[in-house]
């Protein structure tokens, strides 16, 4: 892991046994949370790393630590089936947390509270992380994807508090198709889940949030449910 400077923003290069994975930590001064915005960022799921970006510069103004990480190295990312393998993302996700935890016990890093953001499919492997982790983790959000795929055993033992964001178009337009097969397996998963959670539709976007009117919404309601659960104020 490289040097940190804080506040400031930072290139990381996180070692594991596939390779490295890159990330890009930014402190604004004064910063009340860290939130990482992790993706599997395969030939078919950039958009969804380029919005983790923009939803970084939307945080660090309102006073959040950003670490947007790649849980790809840049030689798998040809295989788009590895974006899907949630325990081995879960691993290198875990690995870039201790990574930073330890950091922050050293004093490398302010002792922030931690958020997780993620979407599509990464978003049960920050379910389960924040299950197995609930001593770190502070708040969590996942922007459409299945939670289920997180394991049951996570659902019911996570603490942290859960929003998930889903798209309404494609659900109202075709009633029995993908989109509202996704959020009704996303609505039995949340039964199970005991901790403060909700379940938020956006109005006039599908699952992707590609539209810029979208996006806006969906950074509204990341930001609010952080600004929540996941701010630790400074004097």
């Known amino acids: 892991m ?6 400031g923003s930072t290139p990381l290069s996180i070692h594991t046994e596939h390779g490295p994975l890159h990330g890009q930590l930014t402190l604004p001064p004064g910063a009340g949370g860290l939130i990482i915005l992790a993706h599997a960022a395969s030939d078919a799921t950039q958009p969804v790393a380029a ?11 309102q006073r959040f630590g950003t670490l947007t990480l790649d849980l790809m190295p840049q030689a798998e990312t040809r295989f788009n089936d590895l974006q ?9 996700l875990l690995a870039g947390l201790d990574l930073i935890k330890r950091q922050m016990q050293n004093g490398a890093l302010p002792a922030l509270p931690i958020g997780l953001c993620a979407a599509d499919h990464v978003s049960p492997v920050i379910v389960r992380i924040a299950a ?4 770190d983790i502070a708040a969590v959000v996942c922007r459409s994807g299945l939670i289920d795929r997180a394991g049951m055993l996570y659902l019911r ?15 109202l337009d075709e009633p029995a198709g993908s989109a509202a097969i996704r959020l009704a397996s996303n609505q039995r998963a949340l039964q199970e889940v005991s901790c403060r959670k909700a379940l938020k539709r956006i109005p006039d976007t599908d699952d992707s949030f590609a539209l810029p009117t979208a996006f806006d919404k969906v950074a509204a309601e990341v930001s609010q449910w952080f ?3 996941c701010r630790q104020e400074n004097n």
């Open 2 to 7: 490289n040097e940190v400077q804080a506040p």
């Open 51 to 61: 919005q983790d970006i923009a939803l970084a510069a939307r945080l660090q103004p």
């Open 84 to 92: 899907n393998n949630v325990a081995l993302l879960a691993k290198r």
């Open 132 to 135: 197995q982790r609930d001593q």
């Open 157 to 171: 033992s996570l603490s942290a508090p859960l929003l998930v964001l889903m798209g309404e178009i494609a659900v």
């Open 227 to 229: 600004e929540q659960y």
